[in-house]
């Protein structure tokens, strides 16, 4: 059973069907789904400690684009690999990394990141989300 109000989506009870395999919703990571024939980006899916959390993932030139302002700031080459999932700390970061890494993508996007907001980013795909809801609450 799904239920949706506004914009969070209460999941209980769901198997996806994979060809003949019935996949536990619990172990998907990310899920793409039509709705009222709109098509929808890939959903994002985040276990927290007792619910399962559905975020809207942030479109893949997005997260390109992190990428390649992450690999600038860390002085990183360009045949290294950074993905969504890739962690900062993971990657060399420390805090003034981190620091400028942010003021690299509010130059870039065009965005200004509350304090707040930017200790909450761990990852690319993080960074990726919080640009999109920003520029969408433009």
């Known amino acids: 059973m799904a239920?949706?109000?506004?914009?969070?989506?209460?999941?209980?009870?769901?198997?996806?069907?994979?060809?003949?395999?019935?996949?536990?919703?619990?172990?998907?990571?990310?899920?793409?789904?039509?709705?009222?024939?709109?098509?929808?980006?890939?959903?994002?899916?985040?276990?927290?400690?007792?619910?399962?959390?559905v975020s809207c993932a942030a479109k893949p030139e997005t997260v390109n684009k992190v990428c390649d302002i992450v690999r600038k700031q860390l002085a990183l080459p360009a045949d290294s690999e950074v993905t969504g999932e890739s962690k900062f700390a993971t990657l060399g970061a420390d805090s003034l990394d981190t620091v400028e890494i942010v003021m690299g993508l509010e130059e870039e996007f065009g965005i200004s990141v509350e304090e707040e907001s930017a200790q909450g980013i761990a990852t690319v795909q993080d960074a990726a989300d919080l640009i999109e809801q920003l520029i969408s609450n433009k």
């Open 3 to 53: 239920s949706a109000s506004g914009v969070s989506m209460s999941l209980s009870s769901i198997t996806c069907s994979f060809k003949k395999n019935q996949v536990p919703i619990s172990s998907l990571k990310s899920v793409s789904m039509p709705i009222k024939g709109k098509s929808f980006q890939s959903l994002r899916l985040r276990t927290g400690p007792s619910r399962l959390r």
